[in-house]
């Protein structure tokens, strides 16, 4: 069977490329980089590497990349590290209803140690209001994190404006960019951000690699103690095989890429929104990543269209890969203000360089079947 991968957001194939930049690290080159002799120096060399190789994606410093697990991990090092940090200059904390679990989680377990923590709400293409955030800040606000684009419905955040508001005020401003990083154009020192949160298995490198960067002379906690490895803010011996993936990963992302991404995102969009019925388009019609498309099928259950897809060897999914065990109504689009059978019918498709025009078409043939099969059973017409 055909097999068409829409589910990008989830995780990405891993590149060959990248691949084959790992091998030698499981196989001839498995030193410890804290090792003083030659095989832990070539292991070290290696994370430097991607160090520098992300830095200059970011204009950031090599000393503010800080390699961690993946997104979670450096999201709930931001929050929680900040917090713990800074809880002499105030316990308040803003952020907004849209972010990924690990951010609003990372805030729950906060609020339980006393903290507290603002939760902004967002306009009906989830964009964050930003005079609810202005009017939000308070003296003892310490940390403000605002995701750069969402996982569910792709709208992309101003965080420049909101980075100034923060730096205006004195408060740390933290952005988790894991969906948008060499998407977006993302610049540490120009945009003003403190902290941002990238991982490499969005942009087809490996699961289980990510990091925080921080600017430098941010008054951050270590939520890991041990070794001291990464400037002293997350011990544990590296990931070397998985840190050179995310460095090559890096590397070969280019405009060219995003530009054939976004390409089959508009082609996918296009013809969903013209050639079949009583679909909208969910998230910023025009604030939005390239590689993400949400779209709310009315008179008909997401989960159906998607196990219908499935049996058609087209993956996508109903909400973030997270949440979507759960079988709840997504937060995201809860935040939207959407009709209850509008969340319902919610089907996100997400691109990744290895899609083609090829696969869009089927997938789209197929979705219009799909949609008008379920449609004939349906005890809600549209
Ligand atoms: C916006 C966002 N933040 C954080 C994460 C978590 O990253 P990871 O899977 O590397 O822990 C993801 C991906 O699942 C994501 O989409």
């Known amino acids: 069977m055909k097999r068409v991968y829409l589910d990008n957001a989830a995780t990405t194939p891993l590149d060959e490329a990248v691949l084959e930049a790992m091998l030698p690290f499981f196989r001839e080159k498995y030193g410890n980089a804290s090792s003083i002799h030659e095989m832990g120096r070539e292991a070290r060399e290696a994370i430097e590497k991607t160090r520098e190789i992300i830095a200059k994606r970011l204009n950031a410093e090599p000393n503010e990349i800080v390699f961690t697990s993946g997104g979670t991990e450096a999201n709930n090092l931001a929050i929680k590290g900040i917090a713990l940090a800074n809880k002499d200059k105030g316990k308040h904390i803003i952020t907004q209803v849209t972010e990924h ?26 964009v964050v209001k930003i005079e609810e955030l202005e009017k939000a800040i308070r003296k003892d606000t310490i940390l403000v994190s605002i995701m750069h684009a969402n996982n569910e419905i792709g709208t992309i955040q101003p965080i420049q404006e909101i980075a100034k508001i923060c730096k205006e005020n004195g408060i740390y401003f933290h952005t988790d960019a894991c969906q948008s990083f060499c998407k977006e154009p993302l610049d540490m020192k120009k945009m003003e951000i403190d902290l941002i949160t990238i991982n490499a298995h969005k942009l087809h490198g490996p699961k289980g690699v990510g990091a925080l960067v921080i600017k430098e002379g941010t008054k951050i906690t270590p939520l890991l103690h041990g070794g001291g490895h990464e400037f002293g803010l997350r011990s544990g011996t590296e990931n070397v095989p998985g840190i050179v993936g995310f460095g090559k990963a890096v590397e070969i992302m280019n405009s060219q890429v995003v530009e054939k991404i976004r390409k089959l995102r508009d082609r996918l969009t296009d013809r969903i929104l013209k050639e079949i019925e009583n679909v909208r388009l969910n998230g910023h019609p025009e604030k939005r990543l390239c590689s993400i498309a949400n779209f709310s099928f009315l008179g008909i259950e997401g989960e159906s269209l998607v196990l219908r897809l499935d049996s058609k060897g087209i993956y996508c999914s109903t909400a973030s890969a997270c949440s979507s065990k759960k079988l709840e109504p997504s937060h995201v689009l809860k935040a939207l203000n959407l009709k209850p059978e509008e969340i319902q019918g919610a089907v996100r498709f997400s691109f990744g360089k290895q899609n083609s025009v090829e696969e869009i078409d089927y997938a789209v043939d197929v979705l219009k079947e799909e949609v008008a099969n379920l449609r004939k059973i349906s005890p809600y017409q549209p």
Request: net charge neutral.
């Open 101 to 126: 679990a690990c951010v609003l989680n990372a805030c729950r377990w906060l609020e339980k140690l006393g903290y507290e923590v603002t939760y902004l709400p967002v306009d009906k293409y989830g």
